[in-house]
């Protein structure tokens, strides 16, 4: 059962932190939105690639509006949730947040690329993996790294110091470790405020929180069920990230070094072999064509 919010409620339940949309989906939500039946699933699908609106619609239909007990984090579910006025309601909203410069576009690109690489791979390898809740594995994929296009917002130098990061992980040096020293802050705390403010489930925005902290989440022994939960959400993550690269893309490094040092317990904790996890790779990358 759909609700219609108005566009001046979407307005205030958006204020706040928001990530720039990719161009390219606005224009096909856009032109769907002007067919004289727009298709919900559609939207739905192109909703459901971008982390900035991924992000607004969770966080509008987590708001006091909706008044729902729980928190949700799947984006498919939120879309059935708002219906298609709102919807459309929303993707206006968005569209107006203001025009980016190409070469801002071009260094976002790599944000985004990765963003919907790894939640389409979180998502195989949850159900490859009967892990629980593959529908919020792949909201964990798509804004694990909401926190970059906002670092890069506030400091032009960022993806320097980024790569950078990436070169310099190792058992000693997290990535988020040399932001700090740089920044004094990192991506993944600003991710994890940025998804509090969207309402997120708490275990998703603590997912967040800790996806450059794995090699301490893993070695903890303790079994309470909010680690168990976090740990499956990690270990999804980092086997995706792995497999899509990441380290290249966002990291620009030819060597992933912070797999090499938190991958062994990551298998570990889900049980696959490192021959089967090579396998898994391959097979996951030629089915996204990486």
Request: glycine share 6%; net charge negative; charged share 20%.
């Amino acid at each position: 059962m759909s609700q219609e919010l108005s566009a001046e409620q979407i307005q205030q339940a958006l204020q706040g932190i928001t990530i720039p949309p990719q161009p390219q989906i606005m224009v096909d939500l856009q032109f769907e939105q002007y067919m004289p039946d727009p298709d919900l699933e559609t939207i739905a699908k192109l909703i459901s690639q971008d982390p900035g609106l991924s992000g607004a619609l969770l966080k509008l239909v987590n708001s006091p509006h909706f008044g729902l007990s729980n928190k949700i984090g799947s984006i498919q579910r939120a879309v059935n949730l708002l219906g298609s006025r709102s919807i459309i309601n929303l993707i206006n909203a968005q569209s107006i947040k203001g025009e980016m410069s190409d070469e801002t576009i071009v260094t976002l690109n790599r944000f985004w690329d990765t963003a919907q690489d790894v939640a389409m791979t979180c998502l195989t390898l949850a159900k490859r993996t009967g892990i629980q809740a593959a529908d919020e594995a792949y909201t964990l994929g798509l804004f694990h790294d909401c926190g970059v296009p906002l670092m890069l917002k506030r400091f032009p130098d960022y993806m320097d110091v980024l790569e950078e990061a990436y070169a310099k992980a190792d058992e000693e040096t997290r990535v988020v470790d040399t932001e700090n020293r740089t920044f004094n802050t990192n991506h993944s705390v600003v991710g994890y405020f940025t998804a509090k403010s969207w309402r997120l489930p708490e275990h998703l925005s603590a997912a967040i929180a800790n996806h450059h902290n794995a090699l301490a989440v893993f070695r903890d022994d303790t079994s309470r069920n909010t680690q168990s939960q976090l740990k499956n959400l990690l270990a999804v993550l980092k086997m995706a990230e792995h497999i899509c690269a990441s380290y290249r893309v966002l990291g620009n490094q030819a060597v992933d070094h912070e797999w090499n040092v938190v991958g062994p317990l990551v298998l570990d904790y889900i049980g696959l072999s490192e021959y089967d996890f090579e396998n898994l790779k391959q097979n996951i990358r030629e089915l996204g064509g990486h």
